[in-house]
Each structure stands twice: as C-alpha cells, then as structure tokens.
C-alpha cells in the first residue's frame, strides 16, 4: 500500500531534549516536505527535499534540520525543542520534484515540548 | 501564487450534493487550481485538480468557471465521512520560488443526517 509514515505519532518530551521525527515513504517519490500545524496559523511549511541530498527552507524553518540521505527517508531533526515547536508535524510527498499533482501526506504526529 | 478565499463553513445534508465555492480572482495563466481536505487532525488528502477545463475523478468533480476567477467543487453524494475542512490551493507548476501547498483557512464542510 502507497503511504507515508511517521514515528514517534505521539511524543511529550521537555525542552532542550534531542528529538527525531522519522518519515518514510514507499512510493519513490522526489519531493519531500515537512509541515507543522498550529490552530489559527494554518499549516506552514518548515522545510523540504526536492532530491536526494537536496534540502532547502519552507516558511519557518528555525529550531530544525533534516537529511536526505536516502530517497524514501526524510527525517525532521529538533535539537533542542522549546515550548513553541509544540505542534502537530506532516509530512508530505510528491512522484515530482515540485509540489504538484498529488502531494501524500503522513498521518502526523502531535509533539508536546514542556 | 495566487490567494483564494473560501466560506468559513458549509453545511450539507447527508445524500445531497456539496458545492464548495472558491474565489481566486487573481489567478494567472499558468496557475492549477488544488483541492485537498483534513479530516479532523489527520493528513491532508488530495482531491482534485484541474487548470482551464472542468475535471472529474472518482471523489468529487471541480467547475472552474471560464475566466477561472472561480471554481466550485462538487461533491455529488455527501456523506458523513466527508465531514472535513477543505482548501482551495491555487499553485504555479514547477514554482521554485516556492515549492510548497500555501494551505489557507480553507471551508469547514458539515455533513449532516
């Protein structure tokens, strides 16, 4: 089945605690997005792959990093959550290098910083 | 791209017809009209599609009238599944000043018995 995956979906952690949110997905796609989602902010994108070792900022990348050092892996990096990265994360992707056509997103994952 | 604008929210009886308007009157040439929706919290999902003519799939169907200033779409049997918000996402191909879905307030659709 095409999806995409993300783990940990749930995670309360505190500030200043390393984190990773894995994303997979099976379908060989060249783009790779990660979005957060806050109530009357809508979702913003924080960064995204088009390839391969190719990452480049989305709107609000600060307090996070990512790799792309295999296609079908695209993990978001929090090195030292605060508070304000307490959010719910998606991760998207796309067969296109772009965000075109049918982006697929990940069921998401709710991430409480204390 | 361009901004779009969409009613806060819509209701629908199960079994009729959902028309969900949106306006882009800024839309260029070379901008696709999206529509995706979330159900309560979870991934994003893609509906449909469509440039200048009007498209169908197996969801929904999406009108774009002929100065593409506006489209609706349509969902033809709504059900309570299709409780959602839905966004209306007007997109350039192949944008690399911005390679992303600008999600905006979008409409929360009801579906009701």
């Known amino acids: 089945e095409a999806q995409v995956t993300q783990n940990p979906r749930y995670l309360i952690t505190v500030t200043g605690k390393k984190l990773t949110v894995t994303c997979s997905q099976n379908?060989?796609?060249?783009?790779m997005s990660w979005y957060r989602q806050d109530p009357g902010l809508g979702l913003r994108q924080i960064y995204y792959s088009m390839n391969v070792e190719v990452t480049d900022k989305g709107d609000v990348p600060e307090g996070y990093k990512v790799s792309r050092k295999e296609k079908r892996n695209f993990p978001l990096i929090l090195e030292s959550p605060s508070p304000n990265q307490t959010s719910l994360y998606f991760c998207a992707s796309s067969r296109y290098r772009w965000a075109d056509g049918e982006l697929f997103f990940g069921e998401g994952s709710r991430l409480t910083v204390l | 791209d361009a901004k779009t604008t969409q009613p806060t929210s819509m209701d629908c009886a199960e079994g009729r017809a959902a028309n969900l308007p949106c306006n882009h009157s800024t839309i260029s040439g070379n901008e696709y009209v999206y529509w995706y929706r979330q159900i309560h919290s979870q991934g994003p999902q893609y509906i449909i599609h469509?440039?200048?003519n009007n498209e169908t799939n197996e969801m929904a169907s999406l009108i774009i009238t002929e100065d593409r200033k506006s489209s609706t779409l349509i969902l033809p049997h709504a059900t309570l599944r299709d409780t959602a918000v839905y966004y209306c996402?007007?997109?350039?191909?192949?944008?690399?000043?911005?390679?992303?879905?600008?999600f905006g307030g979008g409409t929360r659709l009801m579906v009701k018995p």
């Open positions: 996402i007007v997109r350039v191909a192949q944008n690399n000043a911005g390679n992303m879905l600008t």
């Open positions: 379908m060989n796609h060249e783009y």
């Open positions: 469509g440039l200048k």
